[in-house]
C-alpha cells in the first residue's frame, strides 16, 4: 500500500478527499495568494482523533500540513503547499453554551456569528467581531488572534480564549487552560498558540470567555473633508474615551458601498467616522456628546446621532459591506497594517502617498479607535504593469507602518503575503527567538511551512 492509501485506510470513508476537482476548493483562502500550491489530499477531520491520525500520518511521512477553518482568511495563511495535505476543520461544528461559568466550549469549525447566538440565547455576549462574522470560523479567529469593530472597547480574541486543546506536531494532543477565569500554573503556553497561524499546533476545541449582553448603544456618525482630519477626530476621542465602536471609512469606500447597494451614505464627503457608545445610563449620553465634540472641535462637516438601534446598525453594516463592495472595483490585495493612535493621521496620509506614487485606487477603512486600517489595494483585472504596482504598494504601505511605530498585521496575521516585511518589523534577535519556538514545537516544519517565518 502507497503512504496516501495507507492515510485512506487509517480514517472513515469520505474522510479523506484526493480527487483534484474536489481539492480545488481547499486550496485557496479569500487572499487568493497566486502562490498558492496544490496538496495531494484532503482531510475532512470529524474529530480531534481524525487530526490527531492524519497528523502521525503526517509526521512519519514528512509530509506538510496546512490547517483551514473556512477559508476565510487575508494573508494567505491557509493557502495549500504542493505536495502536503489540508486538514479541514469545517465539519468540527460543535458549540456548547456553559451558562454558569459563562464560557462557550467550541470546535473550531463553527462560525463566529453561531457562537454569538447560542451565547444570545443564554443572556450572553461574544464580542471579537469580525467584519466577516457571518463566515468566519472559530479556529481561524484564533489561529490569527482576530479583533474586529468592537476590539476597541472589549479587546481581541486571546482575550477571550480560557483553554484549547491543541494537536501538535508529532500527532499528541495536549488540553491547556479550562473555564477557570485565573490560572497562571505554568508557562503561558495557551497564549502562544493564539495568533500562531497553525504553526505550531491544529485546534481542535476552544474554550471561550463569555460576557453579558451588550447594553444598548446610541450610535454617531460624523462626515469630515478628508481621512486625515477624521483620523485627527479619532485622536481626540481616544485621548479621553473607549467608546464600543469607532469605524472609518474614506471616500472611495462610501462610494464604493452606495455603487453596490444604496445605504444613504454621503458620497462627497471625503471620510465617515462610525461611533457607538454601549455605557450604562445617562454616561452614554454624555460619552456621545464628548465625541460629538470632539468631531465638531477637528472639523467635522456634519454630525449625526441616533439612539435608534436599527438605525444605527444600518450604518455598521455599510461599514462591514465595504471589502465585498470594492471587490466589485477589481482584484484586492489587502492591507491590515496598524500603529499607535496618535499616529493614525501620518498613517492614512502615507497610504494615500503611495496611492499616489504608484498610481492605484486604495480605498481605505479602519477600526481607527485601535490604529488598525485596512487599505484595499485595488487592481484592475489583466492588467499586469497594475498589478506590479500594486505588489510595490504593498510592501510601500507595510514599511510605511514600520516606519511610524507600527506593525505589518493587526489580526489578519502575517501569512504568506506578509513574511518578506516580517524581518523589518521583529528585527533579527525577535525573529531568532520565534524560530527556536517554532523549531521546539515542529522540528521537522511541517506544520504550515512557509506560514510567518
Not at 62 to 90: C, H, Y
Not at 93 to 119: F, L, R, S
Not at 292 to 297: Q, S, T, V
Not at 361 to 390: F, K, Q, Y
Amino acid at each position: 500500500m502507497d503512504a496516501l492509501g495507507e492515510l485512506t485506510a487509517a480514517l472513515p470513508d469520505h474522510v479523506v478527499v484526493t480527487d483534484p476537482e474536489r481539492i480545488e476548493k481547499y486550496r485557496w483562502d479569500r487572499s487568493q495568494d497566486p502562490n498558492t500550491g496544490t496538496p495531494v489530499a484532503v482531510v475532512r477531520a470529524e474529530d480531534a482523533e481524525q487530526v490527531q491520525v492524519a497528523v502521525r500520518w503526517a509526521a512519519a511521512h514528512r509530509v506538510p500540513v496546512v490547517p483551514r477553518g473556512a477559508g476565510s482568511g487575508l494573508s494567505g495563511g491557509s493557502s495549500a503547499v504542493d505536495g502536503g495535505i489540508v486538514i479541514s476543520l469545517e465539519r468540527m461544528t460543535a458549540v456548547e453554551i456553559d451558562p454558569t461559568c459563562q464560557v462557550a466550549v467550541v470546535e473550531p469549525g463553527a462560525y463566529n456569528k453561531d457562537v454569538k447566538a447560542a451565547a444570545a440565547e443564554q443572556g450572553l455576549w461574544y464580542p471579537p467581531d469580525p467584519s466577516s462574522y457571518e463566515f468566519c470560523s472559530i479556529g481561524g479567529n484564533v489561529a490569527t488572534n482576530a479583533g474586529g469593530l468592537c476590539c476597541v472597547k472589549y479587546g481581541v480574541t486571546t482575550d477571550y480564549v480560557l483553554g484549547l486543546d491543541v494537536v501538535l506536531a508529532d500527532g499528541s494532543l495536549v488540553r491547556l487552560g479550562g473555564k477557570r477565569i485565573k490560572d497562571v500554573a505554568g508557562l503561558s503556553l495557551l497564549k502562544l498558540f493564539v495568533g500562531s497561524e497553525g504553526t505550531l499546533g491544529i485546534v481542535t476545541r476552544a474554550i471561550l470567555r463569555l460576557v453579558p449582553a451588550q447594553q444598548e448603544r446610541s450610535t454617531l456618525v460624523a462626515t469630515f473633508g478628508s481621512p486625515t482630519v477624521a483620523a485627527e477626530a479619532v485622536v481626540a476621542i481616544r485621548s479621553r474615551l473607549r467608546p464600543s465602536m469607532l469605524e472609518l471609512m474614506d471616500q472611495p469606500s462610501i462610494r464604493a458601498v452606495e455603487q453596490h447597494r444604496s445605504m444613504g451614505l454621503d458620497v462627497d464627503a471625503g471620510a465617515l467616522l462610525v461611533a457607538q457608545s454601549d455605557a450604562p445610563g445617562t454616561s452614554r449620553t454624555e460619552e456621545i456628546a464628548l465625541m460629538e465634540k470632539a468631531c465638531r472641535d477637528t472639523g467635522a462637516t456634519e454630525v449625526f446621532v441616533t439612539d435608534d438601534a436599527d438605525e444605527g446598525e444600518q450604518f455598521v453594516q455599510a461599514r462591514r459591506m465595504v471589502i465585498p463592495a470594492v471587490e466589485e472595483l477589481g482584484a484586492l490585495m489587502l492591507e491590515d497594517v496598524g500603529v499607535p493612535v496618535p499616529r493614525l493621521p501620518e498613517l492614512l496620509a502615507a497610504v494615500a502617498e503611495v496611492a499616489r506614487e504608484q498610481d492605484l485606487s486604495i480605498p481605505v477603512i479602519a477600526h481607527a479607535g485601535d490604529g488598525n486600517t485596512h487599505p484595499l489595494i485595488v487592481v484592475p483585472r489583466d492588467d499586469d504593469a497594475a498589478h506590479l504596482r500594486a505588489l510595490q504598494a504593498f510592501d510601500d504601505i507595510m514599511h510605511a507602518a514600520i516606519r511610524l511605530d507600527g506593525t505589518i498585521t493587526g489580526e489578519h496575521g502575517v501569512g504568506r503575503t506578509k513574511k518578506s516585511a516580517l524581518p523589518e518589523q521583529l528585527g533579527p534577535d525577535v525573529l531568532a527567538l520565534n524560530q527556536r519556538v517554532k523549531d521546539a514545537l515542529d522540528p521537522d516544519g511541517i506544520l504550515n511551512p512557509g506560514a510567518i517565518l
